[in-house]
């Protein structure tokens, strides 16, 4: 059974770094991409970063680009993300998912972690 597990998340001030990580379990991910989304409050569920577990390869959001940084680690089967100049608008509940490479839609998820960035 797959299993993303987030933690990391809490209380930060403008300007200021956090660390995300994803535990991944259940299976293999050397076929998936494995991507952070978050949702802030009232919006839409968006689009943070991802990148292919086997290659390396990684996208990102325009509005994190320059800020964050999406890395796996094979041994410890994690997925992190390092967020640094973080802004109030940054402050949402951030989720880890995983799908198969090629597939559209994301199939496993994560519990969340909420981001709070004050100002």
């Known amino acids: 059974q797959v299993q993303l597990v987030e933690s990391g998340g809490g209380l930060v001030q403008a300007g200021g770094s956090l660390r995300l990580s994803c535990a991944a379990s259940g299976r293999s991910f050397s076929n998936y991409v494995m991507g952070w989304f978050r949702r802030a409050p009232g919006k839409e569920r968006e689009f943070v970063a991802n990148?292919?577990?086997?290659?390396?390869?990684?996208n990102y959001a325009d509005s994190v680009k320059g800020r964050f940084t999406i890395s796996r680690d094979n041994a410890k089967n994690t997925v992190d993300l390092q967020m640094n100049t973080l802004k109030p608008e940054d402050t949402a509940v951030y989720y880890c998912?995983?799908?198969?490479?090629?597939?559209?839609?994301?199939?496993?998820w994560g519990q969340g972690t909420q981001v709070t960035v004050s100002s």
């Open positions: 990148i292919r577990w086997s290659s390396g390869i990684t």
């Open positions: 998912a995983a799908k198969v490479v090629y597939f559209q839609f994301y199939d496993y």
